[in-house]
């Protein structure tokens, strides 16, 4: 038995800062690189618990939370109104998820198409209030927790904040959810906290963290914890020609451990494909899996969870969201019709 970490999607409306999340986080720029400042694919990138509790910066130890799980594997989603597919997949895939909000616009279409993700997959999520940097007055403390650099701010910056924080607190209210800043939430289990961020200066993110390690370990651990030798079981994300390796699948694994040889069984539109692994590649530490294109490198195996890249001959008719299973010779059959159910 092994406690795997989670998965955790950030959704959210168009340029509201998922991935200028994800790059601070990572210490990377990813969002400045891509085509129009726009997301159009899904990523993984796994966050190992040390980067974590660097940026946390001794509030895990303050809460008293304990570190159970080996990190948290993060699923970027693109917020264009085009993606729908994209995100309903990041939301299927996760076990806890970030609602980010850019709080100086509040709600906006994708905002609500995400929040229903998440409600109609009763996924538990935090919603992240970003760009605080950009309200008026606003003097920004590089990576500071929320709650030190408010103390810090002028009343009148402070009351600004706070109304907007209502603002979002009346939008989740009016969507049937119960929702406080974190810091006044009294029962996690029923109430949504609001952490105030900033992706750009690092404002918050030690308490974003440290809430979703704290939840997760709280209220995801028998969900999280799985036979870390049984075959594996994942998530196709994307279907994807890579130069001089073909048609390659990257893939979330959130079960069991996946092995270099594995026989594995997929979906196309017209059936079931049975392949066999030529290799598993993995992004550097930190890196995420769609920017990697160089620097992956070759492994034997990865164990839950893990985003990983997938070379095997005959999968180009594989469909994007379909399930992932390995199967030995004796249960192909039944994996066969576990698949087609699926
Ligand atoms: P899509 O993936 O296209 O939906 O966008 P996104 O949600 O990933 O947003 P992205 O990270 O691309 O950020 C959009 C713009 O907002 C970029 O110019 C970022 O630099 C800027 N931005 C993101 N977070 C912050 C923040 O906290 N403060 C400020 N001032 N700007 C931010
Ligand atoms: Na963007
Ligand atoms: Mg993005």
Known sequence: MKIRSPIVSVLGHVDHGKT?????????????????????????????????????????????????????????????????????????????AILIVDINEGFKPQTYEALNILKMYKTPFVVAANKIDKIRGWKAHKNSSFLETFEKQVPKVQQSLETKIYELVGSLHEEGFNAERFDRVTDFTSQVSIVPISALTGEGIPELLTLLIGLAQQYLKDQLTIESDSPAKGTILEVKEEKGLGTTLDAIIYDGVLKQNDKIVLLTLEDVVVTRIRSLLKPKPLEEIRESKTEFKRVKEVVAASGVKIVAPGVKDVIPGSPLRVAKDENLEDIRNEIRKE
């Not at 720029?29 to 990138?45: L, P, V, W």
């Not at 895990?60 to 917020?79: A, M, N, V, W």
């Open 20 to 96: 200028t999340l994800l790059d601070n986080i990572r210490g990377t720029a990813i969002a400045h690189k891509e085509a129009g400042g726009i997301t159009q694919h899904i990523g993984a990138t796994e966050i190992p618990i040390k980067v974590i509790e660097e940026i946390c910066k001794g509030l895990l130890e303050k809460y008293s939370i304990q570190r159970i799980i080996p990190g948290l594997l993060f699923i970027d989603t693109p917020g264009h109104e085009a993606f729908t597919t994209l995100r309903k997949r990041g939301g299927s895939l996760a076990d806890l």
